[in-house]
């Protein structure tokens, strides 16, 4: 369990395939203290750490794992936002987060709008029943507030602005028109969609 505020942004030093991919990720994490087995949050998604080193942690990212995320982000060089999983009694400062990446967004305007950034991202149809204004959404593992939503015709345009403290903390502040982005709706709205689709049903 995650809560959408970045403790650290890494870089993939290293991608090796056998198998699943094998990815590791230098971090500012003491990773004394990174247990073999525990979840980091790696822009967004959940994954295991498999190996440790000073100053860089190891995951595997299987197939599936590569077909649902963003294009490009399993590459050297890569900035990833990091966040390691919440404990028992720390501060939920974010929202609910799982880890687990919903769908595929594509960002189609960026503009300054007061001090911060406006980011617009074009996301599927599977999305848009998730996604609410004033609600909360995940992008590349950063807890947002949507600030417009908009139904098109191929699928549901989310608009958030991002203030200069995120912008400097995380890697979605250098993101640029056609970046693709990972995102996960708000765990509320997935249970409230299965319970609605349950009644009609019945």
Same mark, same amino acid.
């Given at each position: ?11 993939? %030093? ?56 963003? *294009? ?18 720390? %501060? ?7 880890? *687990? ?9 960026? *503009? ?17 029943? @998730? ?33 200069? *403290? ?17 995102? %996960? ?5 997935? @249970? ?5 689709? @349950?009644?009609?049903?019945?």
């Amino acid at each position: 369990m995650f809560t959408g505020i970045i403790t650290d942004v890494g870089t993939i %030093e290293a991608v090796e395939t056998r198998g699943d991919t094998r990815v590791r990720i230098g971090t500012a994490f003491d990773t004394a203290t990174v247990d073999l087995g525990a979840s980091i949050a790696c822009s967004g998604v959940c994954l295991t750490v498999v190996e440790t080193g000073p100053g860089w942690f190891a995951v595997d990212v299987s197939g599936e794992t590569l077909s649902r995320t963003a *294009h490009g982000q399993w590459t050297q060089g890569r900035a990833l936002n990091l966040e390691r999983a919440l404990k028992l009694g720390e %501060e939920l400062g974010g929202h609910i987060v799982t880890g *687990h990446v919903d769908g595929i967004g594509r960002i189609v305007d960026l *503009h300054e709008e007061g001090g911060s950034k406006r980011v617009t991202v074009l996301a599927g149809p599977e999305i848009a029943p @998730y996604i609410a204004e004033k609600g909360s959404v995940t992008l590349d593992g950063v807890s947002l507030t949507v600030n417009s939503v908009e139904d098109v015709a191929d699928g549901v345009r989310i608009g958030v602005n991002i203030i200069p *403290h995120t912008a400097a903390v995380t890697a979605i502040g250098s993101a640029a028109i056609g970046d693709t982005v990972n995102i %996960e709706i708000d765990v509320l709205a997935r @249970y409230l969609q299965r319970m609605e689709a @349950y009644r009609v049903k019945r």
